[in-house]
């Protein structure tokens, strides 16, 4: 007797029945026998060994499950039997890692996608990453009970720096996506501090190199000019200015001073740019109180974020730009966050204002976002004077950096230093501007001023444009979907695709990506469509960022060729009449062509109905002509037919015999197809653990009448041809 150990799996069942005809049962644990706990015995007559090679080649190709249970195999030259057991085998999940998008200098977003949730009903998905492929950090899990794309955003990165990255999901064992990378961008060394000065009796826009040199002065219209505010891409300032005579309002300049243009004709103030410095959020008193606000940045489509009668004001961006916190006031001042379009706000310190004396003169102040994201500082007299403090996004971690009084932060573009204004306590027209690490070291005073804004590092986040075109080549079936990449926006390449469906504003399927290097038309052909059908369709691109063209719409033409009747033969004696119910696949290719890779002339998926002992459908549409002709259904292998002639109405076509068992559709019925089955087997529709693709009869049970099916079928491939 030959005793082998391994671990639990179900090949060794299918091996025994397909190959050699043998009949296997399992034994219960005896008490005598010394064996781990939950080991069976598994005993099979069989014909001797070395007698069927197929056989000897599969029992050594065993297949190892991961829980770690051992059973014991008994091959015996005699029959043996012991009670009834039976076992589960477990279906492993399936993760892909996808490009990192929306990168900057300190951020980025992790993309995966899960393919397949296994024989799990949930599945734990996370992101391992570093700055090396050995060495990973994991972000938090995320748990998810269906398949689709996820993503997580990376903050406090470093700046032109490779980062390795890769998805990972737990269910029914760990499965991992490949190894990726991708680079944040570089930090150009350029950056200035825009300020405000009075030495000349005005209130002038300065700027200033962050090591004191290079002092220039920017305005010279002796107004008062206040709040400056440079764009992302160090190459405009936003400031309030009462030069045409106004109470101020929000302007517009070139970093050298030059082509000043008003944006805002009622009184505003606080001007911030968005990260991508396509809009200016501001501060504006109209209505009963003061406001956020948001425009453009030429100044149109100006629009109140907050609501009438709220006080609000000083806005600052988070680097994704989608977030605005701001300075709120009830009886004493707050610092509170919302959503770009003004919604989810919600108190991050001193929410009702009970925490400071009600009075305008305390509380927390002048918010200002880290461009790594990891960061907000503000302002706040919680101390008795006021300083300077930081804290994380979420209001959490409020650690005070500053030893002398202090307001107006403003950070340095990679995030490691905070400059400040120092005002003189005597002389409040009279303020120095100062530079200190963001643990509040170094503190050195750089000149004379009030209100520091740093510029940018000239690197903006732009993302991707693209337009939508009109579909051609339209069939019964078929059509063509046209988009223009107009623009890569940052980023060096973008992913073009489509989205298209036949409801309007919900459009489910979506078409493989491409990757683009350059800015041009793409485009690709939609098959298996029906006719007299009007769909809708947008394109897609993602680089850094996400935009889509506009939904446009196509109408497939009616069917108005010939019509082909078919007729097909089901495995399964007992299939119910609903199991004669199913959905056939049917192309139609040039004589001669690769079925596998070829795009078809036509192509139709249509629903079966029972005739005797067939089940039969038409395609309608076909042109005159001989076809090579395919027919597959949802877990069968796919029939060919070469050179059929279709020569006018009413054509019969029989596609033979569909061989049912391709659980996993990869065109091989094989062990992969059992361990669906196996994982399946005994279940019924409705309940848990129960698979479709393992029902091969559509009974809605999986048992083993299926089994049977498999086992007629097993070892044969793709396509099976029709004579």
Not at 34 to 62: C, F, I, Q
Not at 507 to 535: E, K, P, V, W
Request: proline residues 5%; hydrophobic residues 35%.
């Amino acid at each position: 007797m030959t005793i082998m150990r391994y671990r639990k799996v179900v090949q060794l069942l299918v091996t025994l029945l397909l190959v050699s005809n043998a009949f296997l049962i399992y034994e219960q644990p005896q008490a005598a026998a010394a064996r781990v706990p939950g080991e069976h015995l598994l005993t099979a007559t069989l014909p001797p060994k070395g007698g069927n090679p197929k056989l000897d080649s599969m029992l050594n190709r065993l297949i190892e499950t991961s829980d770690g249970n051992l059973i014991q195999a008994s091959v015996r030259s005699g029959p043996s039997f012991g009670l009834e057991n039976s076992f589960t085998t477990l279906d492993p999940l399936s993760v892909t890692t996808n490009n990192a998008t929306n990168i900057t200098l300190y951020s980025a977003q992790l993309n995966g996608e899960l393919n397949f949730l296994g024989s799990a009903t949930s599945a734990n998905i996370s992101f391992l990453w570093g700055s090396s492929s050995l060495v990973y950090t994991e972000t938090p899990l995320q748990a998810i009970n269906s398949t689709g794309n996820f993503s997580f955003i990376l903050t406090g990165l470093s700046s032109n720096t490779t980062y390795h990255f890769r998805a990972k999901a737990v269910g029914d064992g760990t499965f991992y996506g490949d190894d990726l990378t991708f680079s944040t961008l570089t930090l150009t060394p350029s950056a200035k501090i825009a300020f405000v000065s009075d030495v000349t009796g005005s209130r002038e826009i300065y700027m200033i190199n962050p090591d004191g040199s290079n002092r220039t002065r920017l305005t010279y219209d002796y107004a008062n000019n206040a709040y400056p505010a440079v764009s992302p891409d160090s190459i405009r300032i936003a400031y309030m200015s009462t030069q045409d005579g106004g109470g101020g309002e929000i302007y517009i300049m070139n970093a050298d001073g030059t082509a000043q243009t008003r944006l805002f004709t009622a009184w505003g103030a606080w001007p911030a740019w968005s990260p991508d410095g396509s809009k200016i959020a501001f501060t504006s008193n109209l209505g009963s109180s003061l406001g956020i606000w948001v425009m453009n940045a030429n100044g149109s489509n100006q629009t109140r974020l907050t609501p009438d009668g709220i006080y609000a004001t000083s806005p600052t961006w988070s680097p994704d730009g989608t977030k605005i916190a701001y300075e709120h006031y009830v009886g004493s001042y707050g610092i509170s966050v919302m959503n770009a379009d003004g919604s989810g706000q919600h108190a991050l310190t001193n929410p009702d204002g009970s925490q400071y004396p009600p009075s305008n003169l305390y509380g927390d102040k002048n918010p200002a976002w880290s461009p790594d994201g990891s960061k907000i500082a503000f302002s706040s007299t919680r101390s008795g004077t006021t300083q300077i403090y930081t804290m994380d996004p979420d209001g959490g971690n409020q650690i005070r950096v500053t030893d002398v009084e202090a307001d107006m932060p403003t950070w340095s573009p990679d995030s490691s230093r905070i400059a400040f204004n120092n005002p003189d306590i005597g002389n409040p027209d009279i303020g120095y501007i100062w530079i200190m690490n963001i643990d509040g070291t170094n503190q050195v005073q750089l000149t004379e001023g009030f209100e520091p804004s740093w510029s940018g590092d000239g690197t903006v986040v732009i993302p991707p444009t693209v337009t939508t075109d009109n579909a051609n080549n339209i069939t019964t079936t078929s059509t063509r979907l046209n988009g223009n990449l107009t623009s890569l926006g940052s980023a060096p390449s973008a992913n073009v695709s489509f989205e298209w469906g036949t409801t309007s504003g919900s459009l489910t399927q979506r078409t493989a990506n491409h990757m683009m290097d350059s800015t041009g038309n793409f485009s690709i052909n939609l098959t298996g469509l029906s006719a007299t059908t009007t769909y809708y369709f947008r394109a897609k691109a993602v680089g850094d960022g996400t935009t889509y063209g506009v939904e446009k719409t196509f109408t497939t033409a009616t069917s108005s060729g010939i019509t082909v009747n078919l007729s097909a033969a089901l495995q399964g004696g007992s299939r119910p009449d609903a199991g004669w119910i199913i959905p056939l696949t049917v192309k139609f290719f040039t004589p001669g062509a690769n079925i596998l890779t070829a795009t078809p002339v036509y192509q139709s998926t249509v629903t079966t109905t029972k005739s005797g002992t067939t089940a039969v459908a038409s395609v309608t549409g076909v042109t005159a002509g001989n076809y090579d002709v395919t027919a597959v259904s949802s877990h069968t292998l796919v029939n060919v037919k070469l050179n059929v002639a279709i020569a006018g109405s009413g054509t019969n076509l029989n596609m033979g015999t569909l061989l049912e068992g391709n659980a996993n559709h990869d065109g091989i019925i094989n062990m992969l197809d059992f361990s669906t089955l196996a994982a399946s087997f005994g279940k019924s529709s409705g309940n848990a653990g129960y698979d479709p693709r393992a029902d091969f009869d559509r009974s809605g049970q999986v048992n083993m009448l299926d089994f049977s099916l498999l086992a007629s079928n097993f070892g044969k491939t793709a396509p099976v041809s029709v004579p």
